[in-house]
């Protein structure tokens, strides 16, 4: 089955972005609507706060003439101002005065102290008009304190703000409109810019598309990226130095294996070929067996030193680990080669001695490979010497050197290499796989320690340095 993808880096930034707008456009837009509305509401109560203070005026100089005198006065002064209703009642909340059917609400009248202190009182008619007023009571003249408990009268003053609802309607609509089109707009602007933000990625995917195995040379721009991605660019580019190395690696490899393969093969082949050109002796039908055997042996022995390396560079060589007496394992493996020594005239020697956690195989193949390769190249007459010691910094060095002609300098950082050659007076016999080295690396790796070489003088040395592990390590 197959899975959907998520959404891509430019989708939801741009989501992220138009809706972070939209939060800040309704927050404004609240805001913004709320002042005005305010606005609106502070020119009304200063309009109402004026009329009231003109009907207070009439009223505190006619406070016992509420008839047609009283009347005339408050039609004059509020007779023309349309949209403005005015109301008065007595004491005991008669109304004496309106000069509009206009029913001011309850709780406009009964709060009457609150309203004309605290703001207007809004509320909409049955045929939906709406009004805003404020009430206040007026006392009754030469008393000091106001209101008081039975006020001479009670003014309410309403003006109509149907035209303040129709512009508050329309204004809204406008500014939800806006910040629609607002939202919408940012959202195409983030999506632009998320797309020119991202477009360094683009690049190092472009990049990633052209590097192929015969490409891997090919390194991403580092310093054409912005800062953030630089840190990436250089992992990308870690790993592609690594992988060229690999692969470069492998190839050398390949083709190593392939030349050391085809040598015995075409000698196989040849002398199978030649043999059945024509009939032959029983005794030369074993001479060529015989012959044939020792190149299938030469096979066989660098199979299995590849499958050893192979194991080795996968991690999957895991050495025992049991306490080795190193003077006596070299010891007995001096013994061995004493007569291939003895042959050449080659004199061995052994100093120092130690206790090494390790395996005791893998150790011994080890020094057996350094020992082989000191003796293939050592001069007749010339010596062979082995060093245990302690170098107190807690790692154990072993060390096999020869004397003979110096190796250039410029080879020995290859000398591990697998099937490595540094000239015609080095080449291997039938009897050497030219892995010894490399599986001796492998295998003091395996260990946790290092080897290197060094030739001057007349003296090539290759060292081996152990850590000292704990007896209880596995």
Not at 165 to 182: I, K, P, V
Not at 226 to 233: G, M, S, V, Y
Not at 320 to 338: K, P, V
């Amino acid at each position: 089955m197959k899975l959907s993808r998520s959404p891509s880096l430019t989708l939801r930034l741009t989501l992220l972005f138009a809706l972070a707008s939209a939060c800040v456009l309704f927050l404004l837009g609240v805001l913004i609507g709320h002042a005005v509305e305010r606005h609106f509401e502070e020119q009304d109560l200063e309009v109402l706060k004026e009329k009231m203070a003109v009907a207070r005026n009439i009223l505190e100089a006619l406070p016992d003439q509420p008839g047609d005198a009283f009347a005339d006065r408050l039609d004059a002064a509020f007779g023309g101002h349309p949209g403005l209703a005015v109301a008065v009642h007595d004491g005991s909340g008669v109304a004496v005065y309106a000069n509009t059917p206009l029913a001011f609400p309850d709780r406009l009248l009964s709060g009457s102290s609150a309203t004309a202190t605290q703001g207007p009182t809004k509320w909409t008619t049955p045929d939906g008009r709406s009004w805003r007023g404020i009430a206040m009571p007026i006392p009754r003249p030469g008393t000091n304190t106001a209101p008081v408990a039975s006020p001479a009268h009670t003014v309410a003053i309403a003006v109509d703000i149907i035209h303040h609802e129709h512009f508050m309607h329309s204004f809204r609509q406008s500014l939800w409109t806006f910040m629609g089109a607002a939202t919408v707009a940012m959202g195409l602007l983030g999506w632009f810019a998320v797309r020119r933000g991202l477009s360094p990625l683009k690049a190092i995917k472009r990049r990633a598309a052209e590097i192929t195995a015969n490409r891997l040379h090919t390194r991403l721009p580092v310093e054409s990226i912005p800062h953030e991605l630089a840190d990436l660019a250089d992992t990308l580019n870690g790993m592609l130095s690594r992988l060229e190395e690999s692969f470069q690696r492998l190839s050398n490899f390949s083709s190593d294996l392939a030349h050391e393969l085809r040598t015995p093969v075409s000698n196989l082949l040849t002398q199978t070929q030649v043999t059945l050109s024509k009939a032959r002796t029983a005794e030369d039908y074993r001479v060529v067996l015989e012959s044939n055997a020792e190149e299938f042996e030469r096979l066989s022995r660098t199979i299995s030193d590849m499958l050893f390396l192979a194991k080795s560079d996968n991690g999957q060589i895991i050495p025992n680990r049991e306490s080795i007496d190193l003077a006596n394992e070299i010891g007995n493996l001096l013994e061995f080669y004493n007569v291939l020594a003895e042959e050449k005239s080659i004199a061995l020697s052994l100093e120092g001695r130690a206790q090494l956690l390790g395996d005791r195989l893998m150790l011994r193949r080890a020094v057996g490979n350094l020992l082989a390769n000191a003796l293939r190249y050592t001069p007749e007459g010339g010596r062979v010497n082995v060093r245990i010691k302690d170098s107190g910094d807690g790692r154990t060095e072993v060390s096999v050197e020869n004397t003979g002609n110096d190796i250039p300098p410029e080879h020995l950082p290859h000398l591990f290499d697998r099937f490595y050659r540094v000239d015609g007076s080095r080449q291997r016999t039938t009897e050497n796989s030219g892995l010894g080295l490399a599986i001796t690396k492998s295998i003091v790796i395996a260990h946790a320690g290092t080897v290197d070489a060094d030739s001057s003088n007349g003296i090539t040395r290759f060292t081996m340095s152990f850590p000292d592990m704990p007896e209880t390590a596995t």
